[in-house]
């Protein structure tokens, strides 16, 4: 097949970790015979320093026109002037909005050697493989009103406030059900319904979802309730829905169990096929610029651009198959290992020789 991927590297540590994605694309693409067209752009503090935004209207027509977009990761300390009118993450949330983007996957697998990375005991590590699915345009970080007020008698106040409507609900857990079709076929949906009327919608709108998908056993539970579960049994999730702050915190408790946030990947997507992948890992700017970054975040998310926009699924298991491999051979970034660590390039270079394994 032909595709084309906009490749957004980014700051810090993302062009080095995305040139390890973009080499797996590559191999991919001369292994079984597609022909990947992969344009590079820049977004976030890069972008500021040459056009004075974040993300031109030029790059998002590209990604928007683009059947994929490839992200490495955004900011850094040059660029994290508080008063700043312009900061490199709203480049992400002005990608996110433009391409129309509302959820976000993060699948969490972590691997029987690296158990030992996670601060959990092993033994409940077992058998671990779930994908948290967050809500990623509404809820308490977009709704309105939000300010601040002041009262004669010198009191402060502060306000946010948390807004769902049905459709966004209903087009998340959809996806979600989707999702898990394809997996182990179970849905826990995570709000905090004995609270908040956002919530209780959100559980009325995701029942009635959970009727058309007769095929998926579908639960709720309490965030506080799903915070502790994640880990005392984790195990126990296939897929986990959820609204943006919720999702936002989850997500975060969730990659914890892996060891390495270097490891991680992402997905967004929304209605179009157009999504939009990177590692779950910032720029890293303590070892910026090193070559010793851990490319595997980036490599598979590489490996989600295949699977869910360009719907090429044996492409994506094999490469998720040879990060497996390498990993099982003892290969390790520096994240992972201090002495004897690969760099960047190396570890790119043992997934590529695995990659090939795989395709002969
Ligand atoms: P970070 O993820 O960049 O780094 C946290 C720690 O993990 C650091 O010690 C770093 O060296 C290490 N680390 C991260 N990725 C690694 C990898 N692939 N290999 C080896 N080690 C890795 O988080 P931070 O330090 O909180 O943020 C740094 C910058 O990144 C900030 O400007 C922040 O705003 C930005 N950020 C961007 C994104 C994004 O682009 N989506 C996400 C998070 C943070």
């Avoid at 683009?66 to 990761?73: E, I």
């Avoid at 908040?196 to 995701?206: F, I």
């Avoid at 914890?256 to 096929?273: E, H, K, R």
Wanted: with cysteine.
């Amino acid at each position: 097949m032909k595709a084309r991927i906009a490749v957004l590297p980014g700051d810090g540590i993302g062009p080095e970790v995305t040139a390890g994605a973009q080499q797996i694309l590559e191999q991919v693409a001369h292994l079984f015979d597609h022909k990947f067209e992969l344009e590079e752009y820049l977004m976030g503090g890069c972008s500021i320093d040459r056009y004075g935004t974040p993300l031109t209207d030029e790059t998002l027509a590209d990604c928007n026109a683009s059947d994929a977009v490839l992200l490495g990761a955004v900011g850094g300390p040059k660029w994290d002037d508080p008063m700043a009118k312009v900061r490199p993450e709203m480049g992400l949330l002005g990608l996110r909005k433009g391409m129309g983007l509302f959820a976000n996957l993060r699948p969490v697998r972590p691997h029987p050697d690296l158990m030992h990375a996670s601060p959990l005991k092993p033994e409940l590590l077992s058998g671990v493989d779930m994908l948290v699915v967050r809500e990623l345009t509404g809820g308490i970080y977009f709704g309105e009103p939000q300010g601040r007020d002041s009262q004669p008698d010198g009191n402060t106040r502060a306000f946010d406030s948390m807004v769902y409507w049905d459709y966004e609900i209903e087009r998340v857990v959809k996806l979600a059900c989707n999702l898990a079709a394809g997996r182990r076929k179970k849905v826990t949906s995570v709000d905090k319904a004995n609270v908040l009327e956002t919530s209780r919608l959100w559980r009325q709108v995701a029942n009635n979802v959970a009727v058309s998908h007769p095929t998926i056993t579908f639960d709720h539970q309490l965030v506080d309730a799903a915070a502790m579960r994640l880990i005392t049994q984790p195990s126990s999730f296939d897929v986990l829905v959820t609204g943006n702050m919720f999702g936002d915190i989850l997500t975060d408790e969730a990659s914890v169990l892996t060891g390495s946030i270097g490891n991680l990947p992402s997905a967004s997507l929304g209605d179009s096929g157009t999504g939009l992948y990177e590692p779950i890992h910032g720029s890293a700017p303590d070892i910026a610029g090193e070559g010793i970054a851990n490319p595997i975040g980036a490599i598979l998310s590489a490996a989600m651009l295949l699977r869910h926009s360009l719907n090429l699924e044996s492409e994506a298991s094999a490469v998720e198959a040879a990060v497996m491999h390498t990993l099982e051979e003892g290969c390790r970034t520096i994240d992972l290992r201090q002495e004897k660590a690969l760099s960047t390039q190396q570890m790119t270079a043992e997934i590529i020789k695995n990659l090939e394994t795989q395709k002969r």
